[in-house]
């Protein structure tokens, strides 16, 4: 869920990164951008940013956008399993193309994916393997799918 719950996460983000015409939307990361103050006709972007409260959806969305590494960083440092933890959340020129996310960390996706949640709640639906024929599905739970994985 958490996995899932990042990924979407990631896909808004860098929706929102996207500028006109494949420009980038901030400068190249290191420099600073000058912060905008809230104005404008309410519902416009800063208005609603300032009208935003923090924890909400619209709060979080604007920090994700703004501030990458302020938002990731405690995002994937508390729901990942890292064998080794990232030294910098975020490189990333847009301009020249260059991307980079959690330098220096490695994960191990089925620990991910697969043994924290069996830790967790092994009863819990890890899968639902919708079939061909209509009102016919498998549902695979953690503690089942693990031991298939990893045998007997």
């Known amino acids: 869920m958490a996995v899932h719950s990042l990924g979407r996460g990631v896909g808004r983000l860098l929706g929102s990164l996207r500028g006109h015409l494949g420009q980038p939307v901030r400068p190249p990361c290191g420099v600073s951008a000058p912060r905008r103050a809230a104005s404008g006709p309410p519902g416009s972007a800063p208005a609603a940013a300032a009208a935003a409260q923090p924890g909400s959806y619209q709060a979080l969305s604007l920090l994700a956008a703004q501030e990458p590494a302020a938002f990731w960083g405690p995002l994937a440092r508390d729901t990942l399993v890292w064998d080794s933890p990232y030294h910098t959340v975020w490189d990333c020129d847009?301009?020249?193309?260059?991307?980079?996310?959690?330098?220096?960390?490695?994960?191990?996706?089925?620990?991910?994916c697969l043994d924290q949640h069996v830790q967790k709640s092994p009863e819990s639906v890890a899968l639902i393997w919708e079939r061909d024929e209509p009102g016919t599905e498998v549902r695979i739970t953690y503690s089942p799918w693990l031991q298939t994985r990893c045998g007997p």
């Open 94 to 112: 847009f301009s020249s193309g260059k991307i980079g996310w959690f330098l220096g960390g490695q994960l191990n996706v089925s620990v991910n």
